[in-house]
């Protein structure tokens, strides 16, 4: 293999997203939740298939998306102000009627002891949004501008 052959298969090879990535990337078939939101109370959050970030320095790594029941689950960062490598629980639901505003979520948890106390969490009420993430409402979301 000649030099410039063996360069553009490095760099294809290091283009190509990893395992984990694949596992993300084509099952977040709600694109609403995916993109940069403000939320109702300013703060400025940028979602990914693998990241979950409230600007300027909490980050989430999304490891499970469940879209059946509008879940996901990830590692809090260890940088974070917060719970740093603990596990994070957030639900998520469309909203309609409420214009900018178009989901909302819920830190069902945010510092279980592991993956699958996170995953197992009981799921907050969608269906009194104001009060039904653990007594709190739901954080709405809309698109940055």
Known sequence: MNVYKFAVCVLLTA?????QQEEHLGIVSTPEVIGQFVDDYDNEFRVSAV??????????????????ERYFV???????????????????????GVSPYTWGFC???YRAAS???????PPPNRATPRTGCNGFPFSRMRRAQ
């Open 115 to 121: 993956r699958e106390e996170a995953r197992a969490t």
């Open 107 to 109: 830190m069902t948890a």
């Open 51 to 68: 990241l979950f970030e409230q600007l300027p320095q909490s980050r989430f790594h999304i490891v499970e998306w469940n879209e059946a």
């Open 74 to 96: 990830a590692r809090n960062d260890p940088k974070n102000p917060s719970d740093p490598g603990r596990w994070t629980r957030i639900d998520w639901m469309l909203l309609e």
């Open 15 to 19: 283009c190509a997203p990893s395992k």
